[in-house]
């Protein structure tokens, strides 16, 4: 029978850095083996100081582990569950925890609470080989729902190769993370227009930013155009340019989500073989 005798209804808090790993790998766990879930204690250690699909890789003792699901249990995110044996197991309370969001959901946030921030394409890759999330469109949805939740951050404006990470940083840690990315005191909404506006200025243009248009030369219409009702005009060849490549930004996103999941899957084969 379960130690914790009622359902967890704490509300989200952040979490510190072996906190998110644990959690993230009973979730992991409980999806990729469900034959050996809920976890024992060596069982979560094992998970936390893995070599594939953790970032960064981390070095944890049985001490700091069951410090973190202490805390995790009064927070109501984890359970310490007695079956048929005498060793204790554990289990998350994910769903519940984070305000019952769909299966999709929880696998994202897991992949986000394993390796932290990351691109979109990536994200898709890892988080499909828990539950399958067909294209980047997919993705987008489930994300925006997350983001309204505040279970995601965006980490830089919409574009290819764009980061986010989870909302379960310390204010601190996010903070770092953003410094890092050189967006230090912005923040990122959904859609386009990006930048809240106690952050003007954005991120400085540099040489690998392919999303700016920094270097473009405004050339001014003539006169006699100015005239011509818009819908007699003919589309722009920059505008047709700006098609073409919105289309190629999207199959090179959709082609990074497809080495991700491959990436994924052979990491967990490695895993599977004891590499």
Known sequence: MESDTERPGSRVRPLDAVERRVLGVLIEK?????????????????????????????????????????????????????????????????????????????????????????????????????????????????????????????????????????GLLPEEKLEKVRAKLGVAGQTFAADAGAVSPATAGGIDDDEDDEDTDAGAVTVPRPASHAATPASAQPIAPESVSSIALAALVEKIAALEGEVAALRARLDTLESALGN
């Not at 007695?82 to 554990?90: K, L």
């Open 30 to 166: 409980g999806k990729t083996t469900p034959e050996a879930y809920p976890l024992s204690l060596n069982a979560i250690i094992t998970g936390c100081n893995q070599k594939n699909n953790r970032d960064p890789l981390m070095n944890v003792d049985e001490d700091q582990v069951g410090r973190a699901l202490e805390t995790l249990r009064a927070a109501g995110v984890v359970a310490e569950i007695y079956g048929s044996g005498r060793v204790p197991r554990y289990r998350h309370y994910g769903y519940e925890w984070f305000g019952g969001i769909e299966k999709e959901d929880l696998s994202i946030l897991a992949e986000l609470l394993l390796r932290g921030e990351q691109s979109e394409g990536d994200l898709r890759g890892r988080a499909s080989r828990m539950d399958p999330i067909p294209d980047l469109q997919i993705l987008r949805t489930r994300l925006d729902g997350l983001a309204a939740r505040g279970l995601i951050v965006w980490l830089s404006p919409p574009g290819r190769g764009r980061i986010l990470t989870h």
